[in-house]
């Protein structure tokens, strides 16, 4: 039993949603390819297209961000924050 969080890249927005499918939360993010709740209840969010990454609480508010500035073929992928 659990939640699922996921990112609907063409609708700018990430979204949990428990196991009968319930929305539970949601939160604009600008062109989501990943998501990961971190252990303080944060989620993480990377995106491929603006070569960012963001931590946003739980009121859906950014914490932190890092952008990689790299407009090439190199892309950050994954991404861990303790």
């Known amino acids: 039993m659990g939640t699922s969080i996921v990112?609907?890249?063409a609708q700018n927005k990430v979204a949990e949603f428990d196991t009968n499918g319930?929305?539970?939360w949601e939160v604009?993010?600008?062109r989501p390819t990943g998501v990961m709740r971190l252990p303080?209840?944060?989620?993480?969010?990377t995106s491929r297209l603006s070569h960012s990454i963001e931590e946003i609480d739980?009121?859906?508010k950014e914490?932190?961000?890092?952008?990689?500035?790299?407009?090439?073929?190199n892309y950050t992928f994954s991404a861990r924050r303790r």
């Open 40 to 45: 303080n209840g944060n989620t993480l969010v």
């Open 28 to 30: 604009s993010a600008n």
């Open 22 to 24: 319930w929305k539970l």
């Open 58 to 60: 739980r009121k859906g």
């Open 63 to 73: 914490v932190w961000r890092y952008e990689s500035g790299n407009t090439g073929s």
């Open 7 to 9: 990112p609907f890249y």
